[in-house]
């Protein structure tokens, strides 16, 4: 299934084409959705920042999209846990398709980035677009778990909200071991 028929798909029938990315398990569209995700808050981070160097934007595009991909997996396999014991059916690969498929609603930033660069005025509302793209996003993964596994609203929201406890947890264990590597080399 190429990128062009699945964009079609969504329009046309939106849980049809859910239903064909579980089933099909693309993980290429999985990580084009990861890298234009973390492509996307580079682009924004460096037009805030006025710029930034080869090397350091690379390496910090790669800790970005890793940390992307590892914040997918686990919460993706925090709910393909918790609706495989509820329901008996999922796919943990397909719930990890279409987390990377969320990453798109990330490219909205960037085109705030270029009109902040234009109207330095509309850096007042930052706050307020960060949260409309988060609420876009978990909203799109919140559409497509419902239409995927046929639950009621409800239960795939707190399925969703349970699910992001593993992924918050290693976020946090992962800035904790960037704070200890740091003073451990300073020291």
């Known amino acids: 299934m190429s990128l062009i028929n699945t964009v079609y798909n969504f329009v046309i029938e939106p849980s049809k084409a859910v239903n064909d990315i579980i089933k099909n398990r693309s993980l290429f569209l999985s990580f084009l959705g990861y890298f234009t995700g973390s492509l996307s808050i580079m682009i924004m981070f460096a037009l805030e920042a006025g710029g930034m160097g080869g090397i350091s934007f690379t390496l910090t595009f790669l800790a970005v999209l890793f940390m992307n991909i590892c ?3 686990f919460i993706s396999s925090g709910a393909h846990l918790l609706l495989e014991l509820s329901t008996g059916k999922g796919s943990a690969a397909g719930l990890f398709t279409l987390v990377g498929l969320s990453q798109f609603c990330l490219t909205l930033l960037v085109s705030f980035a270029l009109m902040e660069e234009v109207l330095p005025l509309l850096g007042i509302f930052k706050f307020f677009v960060f949260l409309a793209v988060a609420c876009l996003q978990f909203f799109f993964i919140l559409f497509m778990m419902n239409k995927a596994y046929g639950l009621s609203k409800i239960r795939t929201f707190f399925t969703l ?13 992962a800035c904790g071991a960037v704070v200890f590597l740091l003073v451990w080399i300073c020291l």
């Open 71 to 73: 914040i997918g997996f």
């Open 161 to 173: 909200i349970l699910s992001f406890i593993p992924a918050v947890l290693s976020l946090f264990a």
